[in-house]
């Protein structure tokens, strides 16, 4: 697909912040924006189980669409509706949803890498994704870019290993220290099929992509440049080589490593991310200072600011603008993690028009 076969955009904010140019006031889109906290998406997943929202091209453009139509004029990107373990699962891994993620054949030991695909075919596994973005874009006539994503190596691993969320990520930690190796080789592994997924996203239509590195800030320092860096930084420029070499624009991408503000300085300085994601512990003057001038940022309000009330949510969204705008450079507006089930919906409406206020330039 190429932009000859979508409608004309009519919103180009999200990819000009990104490119690291100024705005009008900055783009917003909040991580799992289409989720719980909406009516209507409680209502799909009534007759429908998560994965099957996923699976479906018109489910999970629907749930895409749904916060769109909601706050039709407000937010200035989409996310196409699907999960980080879909990767998981098409390296032949089963995955449950109930509600949290589980698998009920985890990696225990080594010996049991032998059970995952040899070669993964995206087309095949993943092919519904793709369709799922084609159909998505195509109904957004042009509101919004259309955001794809995938998790991080690092990230899918953990959850490979563990059958699920984890607290402490035992037995994630009890891999890497104990077959270091094995790890770092799963790993790289899981890194080819992202490229080979996020490629195929921007073949099928999405703009702009972010891989979410949702257990970064779980390692130690030296542990995330072990054990994480080199997958994501192989993710950046092997997924721009890839595009390139096939003649496809390349598109704008998005880290999102979730408590590895510790990195900043490498990850600005050593990938080829164009937009670094930024959760609410660092504050935006400092994370300009540590990341230079030449990537944008995202983020990076406490998504737990929504259930203050009017006033903490203005307080909040105002301070934040001032330190993004006097760190200076690209920004794209966003919470510092994904939005949370019991949020009100007119609060986050709340939220979005504080940005376009306080964010105009
Ligand atoms: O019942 C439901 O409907 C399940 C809730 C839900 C939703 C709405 C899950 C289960 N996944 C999603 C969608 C989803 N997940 C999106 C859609 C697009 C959007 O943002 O609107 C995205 C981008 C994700 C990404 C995702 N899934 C991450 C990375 C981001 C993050 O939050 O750190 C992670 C870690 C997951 C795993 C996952 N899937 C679902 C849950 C509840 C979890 C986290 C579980 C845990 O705590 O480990």
């Given amino acids: 697909m190429s932009s000859a076969d979508f409608p004309k955009m009519k919103n180009d904010l999200l990819l000009r912040a990104a490119r690291g ?21 409680r209502e799909v997943r009534k007759s429908h189980e998560f994965f099957e929202v996923c699976r479906t091209p018109a489910l999970a453009a629907e749930v895409t669409w749904q916060p769109i139509r909601r706050y ?36 225990n030991t080594p010996a049991d890498i032998e059970k995952l695909r040899k070669v993964v075919d995206v087309n095949k596994e993943l092919g519904y994704v793709f369709d799922a973005i084609t159909l ?40 890497i220290f104990q077959y270091p190796e094995e790890s770092k080789a799963l790993i790289m592994r899981i890194a080819d099929v992202c490229v080979d997924f996020l490629v195929g996203q921007v073949k099928a239509g999405a703009q702009l992509l972010q891989v979410f590195d949702s257990w970064a800030g ?15 930084q192989h993710i950046a420029s092997k997924t721009r080589k890839r595009l390139s070499e096939a003649d496809i624009p390349l598109v704008p991408i998005t880290l999102f490593a979730k408590g590895a503000n510790y990195a900043l300085i490498k990850l600005s300085e050593e990938t080829e991310y164009d937009v670094l994601g930024l959760d609410w512990c660092i ?10 001038p030449n990537k944008a940022l995202q983020g990076n309000m406490d998504p737990n600011v929504l259930y203050g009330g009017r006033d903490a949510i203005e307080r909040t969204v105002k301070k934040m603008c001032e330190a993004f705008r006097v760190g200076g450079g690209g920004w794209i507006a966003n919470l510092g993690h994904g939005i949370t089930p019991a949020v009100d919906p007119e609060d986050l409406r709340w939220f979005l028009e504080c940005v376009h206020k306080y964010s105009a330039q």
């Avoid at 779980?218 to 994501?232: G, I, K, N, T």
């Avoid at 504050?283 to 230079?292: F, I, K, T, Y």
Wanted: glycine share 10%.
């Fill in 218 to 232: 779980e390692l130690a320092p030296h542990d995330f440049d072990e054990f994480s860096f080199p997958s994501l």
């Fill in 72 to 107: 039709a004029g407000l937010l200035d990107a989409s996310i196409i509706f699907s999960d980080i373990l879909v990767v998981p699962q098409a390296m032949g891994m089963e995955v449950l949803m109930n509600p949290g993620p589980s698998f009920p054949d985890p990696l």
């Fill in 21 to 41: 140019e100024k705005t009008e006031h900055a783009p917003v889109w909040v991580m799992r924006q289409a989720g719980r906290y909406l009516p209507e998406f």
């Fill in 136 to 175: 998505t874009r195509k109904g957004l006539e042009g509101a919004c870019p259309l955001i794809g994503f995938c998790g991080a190596p690092w990230t899918l691993f953990a959850y490979m290993v563990e059958g699920g969320g984890s607290k402490t990520l035992q037995k994630a930690k009890t891999w």
């Fill in 283 to 292: 504050d935006p003057v400092e994370a300009r200072r540590l990341v230079g």
